[in-house]
């Protein structure tokens, strides 16, 4: 039997469908909660981290997603095995797939999150475009078309430039800018073609681009009885290649007034489709302060520990406790949005070679800490970095009372950050936290492109992998308080003509 609105229970074990930061992050929620975790795990990551936190653990398959964390059907058979009450699918894989929700509910499983016929009027772009418009929400001027003569025809008419979309994508996958008639072809058949590859759908759709927009999201939390709020916004502008890299809260360019009127229309348009758990709208936020929806993500999103911060909530909780029947503990007027928070994707990639992914692994790994400092890491010394999956090692968040002390403590933490085996944007973050026009808070979603400085480089922060060690060995003799461990470690380095090494001669670890 299903789970039904009118029931009420506590779960005692959930499955989590995911693996590594996430699936982590997850854990430790129920663990707080009291409740038990079952972790799945692919060949490749028999010796995860998440594996290792979990209470229990299943294998579900080979290292490729399809042949693991893409199987509902192994999933649910884990979670029946080993006892669960239900399954939370954390971001990606089968987290809006709702199918799978249905697949949970015939299995007597319940679906930590929101409803399949939510996630299906919501799923397709074009269907939620639709959906939102009738709901009252502001939409960008866009068109549906069959072949590459509509869409010159439909450009011209919404006015160039213009954004093709897959209906049926995410994560900047089968997205392409057209500046004039001459380029549409090309990006017809391009946009088309990585929309089949990736979502097995080749439909893609046209949209009015909106000349130097933020990318602004607001986060929402319903529950089954309909109450529904929004857990203010996060700024998600500063991205590569469409996909996001740092994020903050509160967004720069955003006045208070702005964000309560994104707000009221982000839990009007979750009312409008039956919401309920944690899902996210995200809108285009022009200069002249108008804003456009662009689409609902209806899972908990990577960037989720900033709101966190900002808000005292822990939506992971929110979620368990929506999902067992609970209504909302509390109204929007209860809800504040207290300092400023800002998260770094520290990634696996090698920004010498454009970014490409570096997988392989980590020798030695030092984490940050200190006064409001947060990682949300899937990794240890030791572990390996997959080529099969997303190379996310860790999600770096930060609070402080306000965006330029923020900026500060996001600095300061990042320069403890130590990582060696592999290679990292670490360095690439440092260097963005020191742009002018960062620091001001002046950036829109093509601000990356824009900078050059920023699209790649050789770094000191990797090619030292060496002194890098040394530091790793200082930090770890002084943490354990070994007499002498960490003088011992910097006379045996001090022939190294290096900046690192000069770094931590001077005290500053």
């Not at 038990?36 to 294998?59: K, Q």
């Not at 490729?64 to 893409?70: C, G, I, K, N, T």
């Not at 923020?406 to 130590?418: D, G, I, T």
């Not at 380095?493 to 000069?502: K, L």
Request: proline letters at 5%; one cysteine or more; hydrophobic letters at 40%.
């Amino acid at each position: 039997m299903g789970y039904h609105p009118s029931m009420s229970r506590s779960f005692t074990k959930v499955l989590v469908a995911n693996r590594g930061e996430i699936a982590v992050r997850i854990m430790r929620t129920l663990r707080e909660m009291g409740i038990g975790s079952v972790a799945v795990y692919s060949e490749a990551d028999r010796a995860s981290l998440h594996v290792r936190m979990a209470d229990e653990a299943v294998a579900i398959g080979p290292a490729p997603a399809a042949e693991s964390y893409l199987r509902g059907d192994k999933i649910i058979a884990a979670a029946k095995k080993t006892g669960c009450d239900a399954i939370h699918p954390g971001y990606g894989f089968l987290s809006e797939n709702a199918d799978f929700v249905d697949e949970c509910e015939r299995a007597g499983l319940v679906f930590i999150g929101p409803p399949a016929s939510a996630m299906r009027q919501m799923g397709s772009k074009t269907a939620a475009r639709k959906k939102m418009e009738e709901a009252g929400v502001p939409i960008t001027p866009g068109a549906m078309c069959d072949t590459t003569e509509e869409a010159i025809a439909a450009a011209g008419k919404i006015g160039y430039p213009v954004m093709l979309k897959a209906a049926s994508g995410g994560g900047g996958k089968g997205m392409r800018l057209v500046h004039a008639p001459g380029e549409m072809a090309n990006a017809w058949e391009r946009a088309r073609s990585e929309a089949k590859k990736f979502f097995s759908d080749d439909t893609v759709y046209i949209e009015k681009a909106v000349v130097g927009a933020r990318h602004v999201e607001i986060q929402v939390l319903g529950d089954r009885s309909g109450n529904c709020v929004h857990v203010f916004e996060r700024d998600c502008s500063i991205q590569r290649r469409n996909q996001k890299v740092v994020e903050e809260t509160p967004s720069p360019g955003a006045t208070r007034e702005v964000i309560a009127k994104m707000g009221a229309i982000a839990v009007q348009g979750a009312k409008a489709v039956g919401y309920h758990s944690a899902g996210t709208f995200e809108f285009l936020l022009a200069p002249d302060s108008s804003f456009y929806f662009l689409e609902m993500n209806t899972r908990l999103q990577v960037e989720h520990p900033i709101t966190e911060l900002v808000s005292g909530l822990d939506l992971v909780r929110e979620m368990v406790l929506i999902a067992q029947g609970s209504d909302l503990a509390f109204e929007q007027k209860d809800l504040t949005s207290r300092g400023a928070a800002i998260e770094c994707r520290v990634y696996a990639e090698d920004p010498s070679t454009g970014f490409l992914p570096s997988p392989g692994r980590i020798d030695q790994l030092v984490v940050p800490g200190g006064p409001g400092v947060r990682d949300d890491g899937g990794a240890y010394p030791g572990c390996m970095i997959s080529s099969f999956y997303d190379p996310l090692i860790s999600k770096l968040s930060v609070w402080a009372p306000n965006r330029e002390l923020a900026l500060a403590r996001m600095r300061r933490a990042l320069s403890e950050y130590v990582v060696t085996g592999i290679r990292t944007n670490l360095a690439f973050h440092e260097k963005l936290l020191a742009n002018p026009d960062f620091i001001a808070g002046k950036y829109d979603t093509k601000f990356l492109e824009r900078e050059v400085a920023l699209q790649g480089y050789p770094t000191i922060r990797e090619e030292n992998r060496e002194a890098l060690a040394v530091a790793v060995a200082i930090a770890a003799a002084r943490a354990e308080r070994v007499s002498g461990a960490a003088t011992a470690l910097e006379g045996a380095s001090a022939n190294r003509v290096s900046p690192w090494v000069a770094h931590y001669r001077s005290g500053r670890v």
